[in-house]
Each structure stands twice: as C-alpha cells, then as structure tokens.
Nanobody
Framework: QVQLEDSGGGLVQAGGSLRLSCAASGRTFTTNIMGWFRQAPGKEREFVAG????????DYADSVKGRFTISIDTAKDTVYLQMNSLKPGDTAVYYC????????????????WGQGTQVTVSS
C-alpha cells in the first residue's frame, strides 16, 4: 500500500500562486509515476500533471502548460505542484495520485489517491 498526503491548497486571487505538496509513504517502490488531478464542481476529475520518480518524464495538461510546474524530491518522497498565474477556472479540489506510467495515468487509471486539497481562485 502507498499513502499519499496532499496539502497546500487555499484561497488566492487571480494571478496569484500556490504550491501544493504530496508526501508519499509506504511501498512507494511499487509506483513509477506521481501526478496531480483536479475536479471542479459538476465536472469530471481531470489530469493536471505527472512526473516519474526519476524526474525524466514529465507531462502537463494543455490548460496548465506554462503556468504550472511539477517537481519531485526523492529524498523526501514528496511531489510538488507550483501553480502560477492562477485563474478562476483553476478552482477545484486537487488530488495527488500515484501510478505506473504517465500515458496510463492520463486515462484516469491511478493506483493510489490522496485525500484532496481545495484550491479556490477568486476573480
């Protein structure tokens, strides 16, 4: 089992920044990819960004490219999502995820989920 504890959400004005963190514990060696999804009210959960534990594979949703940066600290087993130039449309619950490959993760096939952290962007 892998446990994911995500944090860092909050209320921010449009144009502002937030950094989300996700601390992984347990059998993390059973996963290859860490990532972030988000779910806005009334919408399906969607892929935001993914990164391999080595940091060599990274991918983003088109809607966040150039504004969000995913990174990983293997010494701390922690993945981060730096979110800049936030827009009201970024308002959602953000979930940390762990999986096998980025292409598979982008289909929504995830092995482990965090509990979610709320991000609210005001206009």
């Amino acid at each position: 089992q892998v446990q994911l504890e995500d944090s860092g959400g909050g209320l921010v004005q449009a144009g502002g920044s937030l950094r989300l963190s996700c601390a992984a514990s347990g059998r993390t060696f059973t996963t290859n990819i860490m990532g972030w999804f988000r779910q806005a009210p009334g919408k399906e959960r969607e892929f935001v960004a993914g990164i391999s534990w080595s940091g060599s594979d990274i991918d983003y949703a088109d809607s966040v490219k150039g504004r969000f940066t995913i990174s990983i600290d293997t010494a701390k087993d922690t993945v981060y999502l730096q979110m800049n130039s936030l827009k009201p449309g970024d308002t959602a619950v953000y979930y940390c995820a762990a999986g096998i490959t980025i292409p598979i993760m982008k289909t929504g096939t995830v092995h482990y989920w965090g509990q979610g952290t709320q991000v609210t962007v005001s206009s």
